[in-house]
């Protein structure tokens, strides 16, 4: 059974940075995504990044290009979401969800993800 664990989350001036990870166990596929996404209140979940367990390849939403960096260490079996130059609108619970058809475009849509950690809470604010 997959079990994905976020942690990492927190409070942080604008301006701040954190690195979010999220442990996976129960892996069976070699051939899946990992995306993170963030849920606001009352907002709908959004993706932030994705990585393929093949090859590593990224994706971002445009809101976190060059301020965002997800990374896998698949000798731990997690995933990292490094954040900088955090801003307000950032603040949300960080979510992390296996994929299990692999890579293509539906990676960027919450429906799909089969699995999904309980979430960590990032705020950004002074």
């Known amino acids: 059974q997959v079990q994905l664990v976020e942690s990492g989350g927190g409070l942080v001036q604008p301006g701040g940075s954190l690195r979010l990870s999220c442990a996976a166990s129960g892996l069976s596929s070699r051939d899946y995504a990992i995306g993170w996404f963030r849920q606001a209140p009352g907002k709908e979940r959004e993706v932030v990044a994705c990585i393929n367990s093949r090859d590593g390849s990224t994706l971002y939403a445009d809101s976190v290009k060059g301020r965002f960096t997800i990374s896998r260490d698949n000798a731990k079996n997690t995933v990292y979401l490094q954040m900088y130059s955090l801003k307000p609108e950032d603040t949300a619970v960080y979510y992390c969800?296996?994929?299990?058809?692999?890579?293509?475009?539906?990676?960027?849509?919450?429906?799909?993800?089969?699995?999904w950690g309980e979430g960590t809470q990032v705020t950004v604010s002074s």
């Open positions: 969800g296996m994929h299990p058809r692999g890579w293509g475009p539906w990676i960027q849509v919450a429906y799909g993800y089969d699995h």
